[in-house]
């Protein structure tokens, strides 16, 4: 069962502010990777992350055709890390856009000028330490 725990979803809200912004991994569907900073990553609920997805690069086109994702935090700090794996899906309108916007830090907003970004919600499947523990799991 998934359910993020109150320190994950402290730390993962204010990883930009503690300046240790999650990274997201992706894949195309040919299985090419692609990997790059989130600074909007939040904890949606206790079994969703969702970001502000703003760039519309590389990351946006690989979960358009494969939605698997692995979400990385690590604050060095304070010694917290964790690997969130689930898959994506984009809400380009509708309430879940307008939720995440909401929530979205400022800093983020900001940077997406023309105001088209949408939300990524992420269906966790499993929860990982650094070194491979499985914390949490769906099944």
Same mark, same amino acid.
């Given at each position: 069962m998934i359910d993020l725990t109150d320190e994950m979803k402290t730390a993962i809200d204010n990883a930009l502010a503690d300046q240790v912004p999650c990274i997201l991994a992706t894949a195309s569907a040919d299985g090419m990777p692609g990997i790059g900073y989130r600074g909007s990553v939040m904890a949606y609920d206790g079994q969703n992350l969702a970001y502000w997805e703003r760039a519309k690069r590389g990351g946006l086109r690989n979960i358009q055709t494969s939605p698997y994702v692995i979400v990385m935090y690590r604050n060095p700090a304070t010694r917290q890390a964790w690997k !969130? !794996? +689930?898959? &994506?899906?984009?809400h380009e309108t509708g309430n879940v856009r307008? &939720?995440?916007? +909401?929530r979205t830090v400022q800093a983020e907003i900001d940077r997406d000028q023309d105001g088209n970004g949408f939300a990524v919600i992420i269906e966790l499947e499993r929860v990982e330490t650094m070194a491979g523990e499985v914390l949490?799991?769906?099944?």
């Amino acid at each position: 069962m998934i359910d993020l725990t109150d320190e994950m979803k402290t730390a993962i809200d204010n990883a930009l502010a503690d300046q240790v912004p999650c990274i997201l991994a992706t894949a195309s569907a040919d299985g090419m990777p692609g990997i790059g900073y989130r600074g909007s990553v939040m904890a949606y609920d206790g079994q969703n992350l969702a970001y502000w997805e703003r760039a519309k690069r590389g990351g946006l086109r690989n979960i358009q055709t494969s939605p698997y994702v692995i979400v990385m935090y690590r604050n060095p700090a304070t010694r917290q890390a964790w690997k !969130f !794996f +689930g898959k &994506a899906t984009l809400h380009e309108t509708g309430n879940v856009r307008e &939720a995440v916007k +909401g929530r979205t830090v400022q800093a983020e907003i900001d940077r997406d000028q023309d105001g088209n970004g949408f939300a990524v919600i992420i269906e966790l499947e499993r929860v990982e330490t650094m070194a491979g523990e499985v914390l949490m799991s769906k099944d």
